[in-house]
């Protein structure tokens, strides 16, 4: 079964600094994608990011790139020059291609917390 | 272009209490799906759907049904509400892509007391 690991409930950055978001992945399916999304306090959800399991290079989208290190099953999510509007919950997800009826399962999330 | 709605955005039920919440995207998407979000555990997917007339279930399925009547409208009902159910709940579609992300619904906040 598929498997979604976020293991800071919360983090603290300076403004423009840079932060690494933790997320690894379980999953025995060769073809799969991982996702990020972003839910600020007013609740939404935001489409991030995008990595596919059989991409050559890390996604980047703007000021966040995703550090996919597909031997250890890792997809950390990197914000460079961290504003205070990134304050937020960060929630990693990954589908199944093959198998699991392209059913698409989140983490717990990361709170980000931007201090000025 | 409304994207993915949600009706209603607040209920309060009394246990024992049915309901239906109502999703509909204007994208046409071929998938959809209900998800509920409680405090520390992320979002948990209920039920989804990979095209008119078919669903399936999720993790966790139970005390939920879905029905898939319509392309554009994806249906979950609560026949005996449980204070467990007390939960926020998103809807969210996407294309049939393996690529595509999903699209959100701005969520319905229900209590039951």
């Known amino acids: 079964a598929q498997k979604i690991t976020q293991t800071q409930p919360g983090m603290f950055v300076q403004e423009k600094e840079a932060v690494t978001l933790d997320c690894t992945y379980d999953?025995?399916?060769?073809?799969?994608?991982l996702f990020w999304y972003k839910q600020p306090s007013s609740g939404e959800m935001i489409f991030l990011i995008y990595?596919?399991?059989?991409?050559?290079q890390n996604a980047t989208e703007g000021r966040y790139s995703l550090n996919f290190q597909k031997a250890r099953k890792s997809a950390n999510l990197v914000i460079s020059a961290s504003q205070l509007g990134d304050s937020a919950m960060y929630f990693c997800?990954?589908?199944?291609?093959?198998?699991?009826?392209?059913?698409?399962?989140f983490g717990a999330g990361t709170r980000l917390f931007v201090k000025a | 272009n409304a994207g993915v709605t949600q009706t209603p955005k607040f209920r309060v039920l009394k246990t024992g209490q049915s309901m239906t919440l109502l999703c509909a995207q204007d994208?046409?998407?071929?998938?959809m799906y209900w998800y509920r979000q409680d405090p520390g555990m992320g979002l948990r997917l209920i039920h989804y759907?990979?095209?008119?007339?078919?669903?399936a279930k999720g993790e966790v399925p139970d005390g939920y049904n879905v029905s898939r009547l319509k392309k554009q409208n994806f249906l979950l009902g609560l026949e005996s509400a449980a204070p467990s159910q007390t939960s926020v709940y998103f809807c969210?579609?996407?294309?049939?892509?393996?690529?595509?992300?999903?699209?959100f619904g701005p969520g319905t906040r229900l209590t039951v007391t």
């Open positions: 994208m046409n998407h071929e998938y």
């Open positions: 997800a990954m589908r199944e291609g093959n198998t699991g009826g392209f059913k698409t399962i």
């Open positions: 759907s990979v095209g008119e007339g078919t669903t």
């Open positions: 999953t025995s399916d060769p073809s799969y994608g």
């Open positions: 990595q596919g399991s059989y991409d050559q």
């Open positions: 969210a579609s996407r294309t049939g892509a393996s690529v595509g992300e999903q699209y």
